[in-house]
């Protein structure tokens, strides 16, 4: 009969081989983080543009609740300040404006053969880099945005303290989904000469359908539908009606759970999209 220590053994080595294995993408991960921190004053200048945008949706949004007799579409004066500055806070993190197409460049210039020939997944590197940086940029944005929402004395915040964390993995899915779909976006550029027509469509297709403009609350009822059976309903939404309060836990709970489920799902469609791009290249470079 062996020993528990004999039985630990393939225990300890299936651990040291994942971590082995992940080690690369953590450090691409921190690699982005540092890249990003460099940053300050555009960070800074960020900060500036989407607090004056955020007031100007406030003046709006407020003008509609009052108009609509205080409350539409489950929000309070309160619960819209809270998505208006949390939504605000979540711009670059969740690439709402496109990215930076270096993944698009490097398809159309060759140099993605050079990534096919490292030892490590093209997809997971590149969004392990992308997650780093757009981590980071909820340090100089977001909290800052969260405190001036604050400051005006009008914004809510969930009263159960299983919301924080919660809010926090929701935070994390929804920043891994929407890089996750961009990435879907930019390896559409094994098979079109330019994505940037695509990446335009998505920025402004996809920030309506996940609430930028509006919340998603406040659709019509056949297009809120729309954005709830695509991914991009719970891009944003999940992650501002949780910290608000708008939604309790358990509810939070769920949508966190359709989250992960697309998330897993877009990953899986951006794995293939590589699969099929490679092959293509493959069939074109020999």
Known sequence: MSSPTAAAVPGR???LAVR????????LTVAGFRQQSTYLGAAAAGVFTNAVFGFVKMAILLATLAGAGGVAGGYTPELMVSYIFLSQGMLTAIGA???????AERIRSGDIAVDFLRPLDVQFATLATVLGGAVYSLIPRALPLAAIGAATSMMAWASEPAAYP????????????????????????????????????YVVAGTFLMGMFVPVGLFPGWLAKIAEFTPFGWILMPPCDILSGRID?????????????????????GALLTAAGRRRLEVQGG
């Open 20 to 27: 082995t294995a992940l080690q690369p993408y953590v450090r």
């Open 249 to 269: 836990a358990a509810t939070g709970l769920a949508a966190v759970g359709i989250q992960a489920g697309w998330t897993v799902a877009v990953l899986a469609v």
């Open 97 to 103: 404006f496109g990215g930076d197409g270096s993944l």
């Open 166 to 201: 919660l809010a926090a993995v929701s935070v994390l899915l929804s920043i891994v989904l929407a890089q996750a779909l961009l990435y879907c976006v930019q390896i559409l550029g094994f098979w079109v000469v330019d994505t940037r027509g695509i990446q335009m469509f």
């Open 13 to 15: 080595a299936a651990l």
